[in-house]
């Protein structure tokens, strides 16, 4: 049943934006014309602005997730959460993964601008760097949540709204995204960040641990191990 539900989140609203996109339904056309033209026309007179929106992209980049999520992978190992870990890397993986193949299905072609201030290789559609921000940052905050507290969490998720919004942004301004690239990315994303969370916790059901609150973190009761404050926890038999 949850592995039905998982699947759900992520073939309904994945479903809605493609039949959008390549029904070439008019108000979405109007919408990224407009956010193309009007973007572009203010970056191709203010380079300071394209300096900054492309230091935001490529702090979205693969190479800069790879990086995180690599680095946050053995972390966990070495603290000996290893669901976590798997966690972390499938979710990671499987979503560029479903990136590459709906860009594939799609083969939408990248805007055409006269006098671009970016380029980028590839199709359009879904946009990575939204798909992999909100995904990379809903990871983050799924497995670290639990030894945030306070205001401390509030400000790690408005950070990484922030951050998922301004990456998505960039891509527009940069002229190298239409605005449904980017929406496409953020819905895919969070549908298959919710797929895998859901499935995470049906294998805490099937492991004889309850079902959690995901805004909680995915393993609230491993804090003390996701914190570097003590030693890692000793393995199980």
């Given at each position: 049943m949850l592995a039905a539900v998982a699947l759900a989140l992520v073939?309904?609203?994945?479903?809605?934006?493609?039949?959008?996109?390549e029904g070439k339904w008019a108000p979405l056309l109007r919408a990224d014309n407009d956010a193309r033209d009007t973007l572009h026309g203010f970056a191709v007179a203010h380079a300071g602005f394209v300096r900054t929106m492309q230091l935001i992209s490529d702090s979205g980049s693969t190479l800069a997730w790879l990086i995180v999520l690599a680095a946050v992978v053995l972390w966990l190992l070495w603290r000996r959460l290893p669901r976590l870990a798997l966690f972390v890397a499938t979710t990671a993986a499987?979503?560029?993964l479903l990136n590459l193949v709906v860009k594939d299905l799609v083969h939408r072609l990248r805007p055409v601008l006269i006098d671009p201030v970016a380029n980028a290789p590839g199709s359009s559609?879904?946009?990575?760097?939204?798909?992999?921000?909100?995904?990379?940052?809903?990871?983050l905050l799924l497995v670290f949540v639990p030894i945030l507290h306070g205001a401390w969490?509030?400000?790690?998720?408005?950070?990484?709204?922030?951050?998922?919004?301004?990456?998505?942004?960039s891509r527009i301004a940069l002229?190298?995204?239409?605005?449904?690239?980017?929406?496409?990315?953020?819905?895919?994303?969070?549908?298959?960040?919710?797929?895998?969370?859901a499935a995470f916790n049906a294998m805490r059901v099937d492991r004889g641990k309850p079902p959690v609150d995901v805004r909680g973190g995915l393993e609230p009761e491993e804090a003390p191990s996701i914190a570097a404050g003590g030693a890692p926890?000793?393995?199980?038999?």
């Open positions: 073939a309904v609203p994945g479903a809605l934006i493609l039949l959008l996109v499987g979503s560029a559609f879904p946009s990575g760097h939204a798909q992999a921000a909100i995904v990379g940052y809903a990871v969490r509030r400000v790690a998720t408005t950070f990484a709204v922030l951050m998922v919004v301004a990456i998505g942004f002229g190298v995204h239409f605005l449904s690239d980017v929406v496409g990315g953020y819905i895919l994303g969070a549908a298959w960040v919710a797929a895998m969370a926890k000793a393995p199980r038999n």
